[in-house]
């Protein structure tokens, strides 16, 4: 089929006018996809391919042959800057089409809001909470809204797939379905999906359709990458050349004693050197982070007198400040570097970007491929530095902190992907009580009164609740009509009750996602951002890049009152780290073991494969190349620290380590007189014995050769907060969430039976 002839005279118009002589492998893939099925579709093709156009040049031609009645495509995206960024592109494809493009979030004038009710039609594009609040308020209106709906598209699906976000997604689009009686087909895109199978699973759920998974050819990729590692503060490298026996490496940036720069912190002058004259990302992984990046990145500008070319954008700074920051970036005179997270991460175009830098290593590979793609755009080669950031260790520091974790990480998360094409797969088997929650609660504040059977129709039917059970629901209730959260009528209905209006009246309701109690900055009428944990008057709070001064703290407002002053502190907004896969894990060991594997080969050689590493990162990989050869590190589970000091590694990503935790201190610990128990998640374990490590080896094959009952892995009395509404649970619900639907128990079995069977002689080193 000739895809392009099948497009409307619009949409051919609007190819010719932009200058494209043929259509993209994903675009002609999914034309023939939407064109020619009724299936949902998930596209997935890396950054700036043109999956956007890909999906809606189809759907606005369908749109156009048979206008709908109402809304025709519902839009939803993860971030109000992807939404703001895609009308600005579907405004211009429809420009001249008679299809409307709305969009509706927190930001959006209420007499947009207002149009689009009197008159619905066209593209909605949405966020989940805005959703969200859009079926809890006008509940009604729904069916007017939507009764025509024929397309929902998932843009950034990938970002929806690993937490209650995404769960929220799927409940959302089911009820508004059932309320508006359509079934649109669903359109998924991302750049980085691992298992699509498992992912249009995802899509499809509650369909009754299936999901097409267009294969299309992907283009070789250019990619210009390199990683360097940093100590914050170098340790003398004469010194440490001659005690392994190495040339001496030169400090690229050894400056002269007059440089005001000479004793900065040596991985920030790098990026700041290096971002000079060109438009740069640099991510950090926490916005306290990304704070005190950019404060010191200022200063050193202020130091050597140039304009500050830095700034910065993240999720707690407000709105003018993101806005500004997107707005400048996109020119492609500016010459500026913002200083960012995960929030310039996902598909917003912000232009020509020469460069990204990304300070230690993200979580997933997921990120690093969504990070790398915000560069390379325009036909320019993708361009990445990874600056790697490490402590030195003390003189008597044990082995585990002497080992570089985060360049063993950078390295596996690139290797990964560049070996298998690996990227990690949505999480499955989880037990979403604290989503329950916040459905059970919006499905009744939204529909009123109903009976429990009625409420459990509704709410139980979702497709992401398919694993939980009637009698799990029936707790829920009963705890929620204790708490008042729910009460029951005269004639036996449920309504929402009085602590549940609280809940459900607040606008912070309206999201499922982890968040902590903030406060407004401001400085005179300036809105900076907001901060959790106001620090006391006449302190300092480090926001928007800079540092400010606590005036009033108006704690029934929560309201900060500032002013600016110079410096540089911390910043604290709540950040939580990411979880890691164990593949990931994995692959770091593999690095390790490559000090055995290849013997004859000298440490320079052995790292020479990598070819972005830079001078010190060779350095920095082969000398934990050749810890790990002489203590045994990546062949030894469990390595001696001295006396009856142990660390385990275990190689597990986050939530396998987690249960391992758990299995050594409940069930073999108090059998071998474990004392001293401490981890550094994911990497390893400390702890001390009063027995044999033999005889705590025999402990864990005895004990993991017996069934285990995930609930025996939780604490006494131990009420795991792990989702944004736990608290709201009842205590055998949020226990029994977090012992099936977290711990990873089948990667920790898996593993333990590994390290009580596995000897430590070479012959075994590739198991």
Same mark, same amino acid.
């Given at each position: 089929?000739?895809?392009?002839?099948?497009?409307?005279?619009?949409?051919?118009?609007?190819?010719?006018?932009?200058?494209?002589?043929?259509?993209?492998?994903?675009?002609?893939?999914?034309?023939?996809?939407?064109?020619?099925?009724?299936?949902?579709?998930?596209?997935?093709?890396?950054?700036?391919?043109?999956?956007?156009?890909?999906?809606?040049?189809?759907?606005?031609?369908?749109?156009?042959?048979?206008?709908?009645?109402?809304?025709?495509?519902?839009?939803?995206?993860?971030?109000?800057?992807?939404?703001?960024?895609?009308?600005?592109?579907?405004?211009?494809?429809?420009?001249?089409?008679?299809?409307?493009?709305?969009?509706?979030?927190?930001?959006?004038?209420?007499?947009?809001?207002?149009?689009?009710?009197?008159?619905?039609?066209?593209?909605?594009?949405?966020?989940?909470?805005?959703?969200?609040?859009?079926?809890?308020?006008?509940?009604?209106?729904?069916?007017?809204?939507?009764?025509?709906?024929?397309?929902?598209?998932?843009?950034?699906?990938?970002?929806?797939?690993?937490?209650?976000?995404?769960?929220?997604?799927?409940?959302?689009?089911?009820?508004?379905?059932?309320?508006?009686?359509?079934?649109?087909?669903?359109?998924?895109?991302?750049?980085?999906?691992?298992?699509?199978?498992?992912?249009?699973?995802?899509?499809?759920?509650?369909?009754?359709?299936?999901?097409?998974?267009?294969?299309?050819?992907?283009?070789?990729?250019?990619?210009?990458?390199?990683?360097?590692?940093?100590?914050?503060?170098?340790?003398?490298?004469?010194?440490?050349?001659?005690?392994?026996?190495?040339?001496?490496?030169?400090?690229?940036?050894?400056?002269?004693?007059?440089?005001?720069?000479?004793?900065?912190?040596?991985?920030?002058?790098?990026?700041?050197?290096?971002?000079?004259?060109?438009?740069?990302?640099?991510?950090?992984?926490?916005?306290?982070?990304?704070?005190?990046?950019?404060?010191?990145?200022?200063?050193?500008?202020?130091?050597?007198?140039?304009?500050?070319?830095?700034?910065?954008?993240?999720?707690?700074?407000?709105?003018?400040?993101?806005?500004?920051?997107?707005?400048?970036?996109?020119?492609?005179?500016?010459?500026?570097?913002?200083?960012?997270?995960?929030?310039?991460?996902?598909?917003?175009?912000?232009?020509?970007?020469?460069?990204?830098?990304?300070?230690?290593?993200?979580?997933?590979?997921?990120?690093?491929?969504?990070?790398?793609?915000?560069?390379?755009?325009?036909?320019?080669?993708?361009?990445?530095?990874?600056?790697?950031?490490?402590?030195?260790?003390?003189?008597?520091?044990?082995?585990?902190?002497?080992?570089?974790?985060?360049?063993?990480?950078?390295?596996?998360?690139?290797?990964?992907?560049?070996?298998?094409?690996?990227?990690?797969?949505?999480?499955?088997?989880?037990?979403?009580?604290?989503?329950?929650?916040?459905?059970?609660?919006?499905?009744?504040?939204?529909?009123?009164?109903?009976?429990?059977?009625?409420?459990?129709?509704?709410?139980?039917?979702?497709?992401?609740?398919?694993?939980?059970?009637?009698?799990?629901?029936?707790?829920?209730?009963?705890?929620?009509?204790?708490?008042?959260?729910?009460?029951?009528?005269?004639?036996?209905?449920?309504?929402?009750?009085?602590?549940?209006?609280?809940?459900?009246?607040?606008?912070?309701?309206?999201?499922?996602?982890?968040?902590?109690?903030?406060?407004?900055?401001?400085?005179?009428?300036?809105?900076?951002?907001?901060?959790?944990?106001?620090?006391?008057?006449?302190?300092?709070?480090?926001?928007?890049?800079?540092?400010?001064?606590?005036?009033?703290?108006?704690?029934?407002?929560?309201?900060?009152?500032?002013?600016?002053?110079?410096?540089?502190?911390?910043?604290?907004?709540?950040?939580?780290? $990411?979880?890691?896969?164990?593949?990931? #894990? !994995? =692959?770091?060991? &593999? %690095?390790?073991?490559?000090?055995? /594997?290849?013997?004859?080969?000298?440490?320079?050689?052995?790292?020479?494969?990598?070819?972005?590493?830079?001078?010190?990162?060779?350095?920095?990989?082969?000398?934990?190349?050749?810890?790990?050869?002489?203590?045994?590190?990546?062949?030894?589970?469990?390595?001696?620290?001295?006396?009856?000091?142990?660390?385990?590694?275990?190689?597990? $990503?986050?939530?396998?380590?987690?249960? #391992? !935790? =758990?299995?050594? &201190? %409940?069930?073999?610990?108090?059998? /071998?007189?474990?004392?001293?128990?401490?981890?550094?998640?994911?990497?390893?374990?400390?702890?001390?014995?009063?027995?044999?490590?033999?005889?705590?080896?025999?402990?864990?094959?005895?004990?993991?050769?017996?069934?285990?009952?995930?609930?025996?892995?939780?604490?006494?009395?131990?009420?795991?907060?792990?989702?944004?509404?736990?608290?709201?649970?009842?205590?055998?619900?949020?226990?029994?969430?977090?012992?099936?639907?977290?711990?990873?128990?089948?990667?920790?079995?898996?593993?333990?039976?590994?390290?009580?069977?596995?000897?430590?002689?070479?012959?075994?080193?590739?198991?």
């Amino acid at each position: 089929m000739n895809v392009f002839s099948r497009y409307s005279p619009l949409i051919q118009h609007y190819i010719y006018e932009n200058g494209w002589t043929s259509l993209r492998g994903i675009q002609a893939a999914a034309g023939d996809a939407i064109f020619n099925t009724d299936a949902n579709v998930l596209l997935s093709a890396s950054t700036a391919s043109g999956k956007t156009e890909a999906a809606f040049f189809p759907i606005i031609t369908l749109m156009q042959e048979q206008p709908p009645a109402s809304v025709g495509c519902l839009y939803i995206a993860p971030l109000k800057a992807l939404i703001n960024d895609q009308f600005v592109r579907l405004n211009d494809i429809c420009d001249e089409s008679g299809i409307a493009v709305w969009h509706w979030h927190g930001d959006v004038a209420q007499s947009q809001k207002k149009k689009l009710l009197k008159h619905p039609s066209g593209i909605l594009q949405i966020t989940p909470e805005s959703l969200e609040a859009m079926l809890l308020h006008r509940h009604s209106e729904i069916p007017h809204l939507f009764g025509d709906l024929r397309f929902i598209v998932i843009d950034e699906i990938h970002s929806f797939l690993r937490g209650d976000r995404g769960g929220q997604t799927l409940c959302l689009i089911e009820r508004l379905c059932r309320i508006a009686n359509v079934n649109p087909r669903r359109i998924g895109l991302s750049a980085t999906i691992g298992e699509p199978d498992m992912v249009a699973r995802y899509l499809s759920a509650g369909t009754g359709r299936g999901t097409v998974i267009p294969r299309v050819e992907a283009a070789k990729a250019k990619w210009r990458l390199s990683m360097e590692h940093f100590f914050t503060i170098q340790p003398d490298h004469t010194v440490q050349a001659r005690k392994e026996g190495r040339k001496e490496l030169p400090d690229p940036q050894s400056t002269g004693p007059d440089d005001p720069l000479r004793m900065a912190d040596p991985a920030l002058r790098y990026i700041f050197d290096n971002t000079r004259g060109h438009k740069c990302l640099v991510f950090s992984n926490s916005r306290e982070e990304c704070e005190a990046v950019t404060s010191t990145l200022r200063q050193y500008c202020e130091a050597r007198h140039e304009p500050d070319r830095f700034l910065i954008h993240h999720g707690n700074l407000s709105t003018s400040y993101r806005e500004s920051a997107e707005e400048i970036i996109k020119r492609d005179d500016s010459l500026v570097t913002v200083c960012t997270t995960s929030t310039l991460e996902l598909g917003i175009d912000i232009g020509r970007l020469e460069r990204a830098f990304q300070i230690d290593a993200p979580y997933t590979v997921s990120s690093f491929l969504q990070r790398m793609g915000r560069t390379g755009r325009r036909n320019a080669p993708s361009e990445m530095w990874f600056v790697i950031r490490e402590d030195p260790a003390e003189a008597r520091a044990l082995l585990p902190e002497t080992i570089p974790w985060k360049l063993l990480q950078g390295i596996a998360l690139v290797q990964l992907y560049l070996e298998e094409k690996w990227v990690e797969p949505p999480r499955t088997g989880r037990l979403p009580y604290s989503l329950l929650y916040h459905q059970t609660m919006a499905t009744l504040a939204s529909g009123g009164e109903m009976t429990p059977a009625e409420l459990a129709s509704r709410v139980l039917t979702l497709s992401y609740f398919r694993n939980i059970t009637q009698d799990d629901f029936r707790v829920l209730l009963r705890h929620l009509l204790k708490t008042d959260h729910i009460e029951r009528t005269e004639r036996g209905g449920l309504i929402v009750g009085i602590a549940g209006e609280r809940e459900v009246n607040n606008f912070k309701f309206y999201a499922v996602f982890q968040e902590n109690e903030e406060y407004t900055v401001r400085c005179e009428s300036q809105e900076l951002g907001t901060i959790v944990k106001p620090p006391p008057v006449n302190d300092k709070i480090a926001i928007a890049g800079r540092v400010w001064v606590v005036e009033e703290v108006d704690i029934k407002r929560h309201v900060v009152y500032c002013h600016p002053v110079k410096g540089i502190i911390p910043a604290y907004f709540g950040d939580e780290p $990411g979880d890691i896969h164990t593949h990931i #894990l !994995e =692959r770091m060991r &593999r %690095l390790l073991l490559e000090g055995f /594997v290849d013997g004859d080969k000298t440490p320079e050689q052995r790292v020479a494969r990598y070819a972005y590493l830079l001078p010190h990162a060779r350095l920095r990989l082969a000398q934990a190349q050749d810890a790990a050869l002489h203590s045994g590190l990546g062949v030894k589970w469990i390595i001696s620290l001295g006396g009856n000091m142990y660390a385990l590694f275990p190689w597990l $990503g986050s939530y396998a380590f987690l249960a #391992l !935790e =758990r299995f050594l &201190r %409940l069930k073999c610990g108090p059998q /071998v007189g474990m004392k001293g128990f401490d981890s550094n998640r994911p990497y390893w374990m400390q702890f001390t014995l009063q027995t044999s490590l033999d005889r705590l080896l025999e402990v864990m094959r005895a004990e993991i050769s017996k069934p285990i009952d995930p609930m025996t892995l939780l604490y006494p009395k131990e009420k795991p907060v792990f989702d944004k509404y736990d608290d709201r649970l009842p205590v055998e619900l949020t226990r029994k969430g977090f012992a099936y639907g977290v711990l990873d128990i089948e990667g920790m079995r898996q593993r333990v039976m590994q390290i009580v069977a596995m000897r430590t002689d070479k012959s075994l080193l590739l198991e």
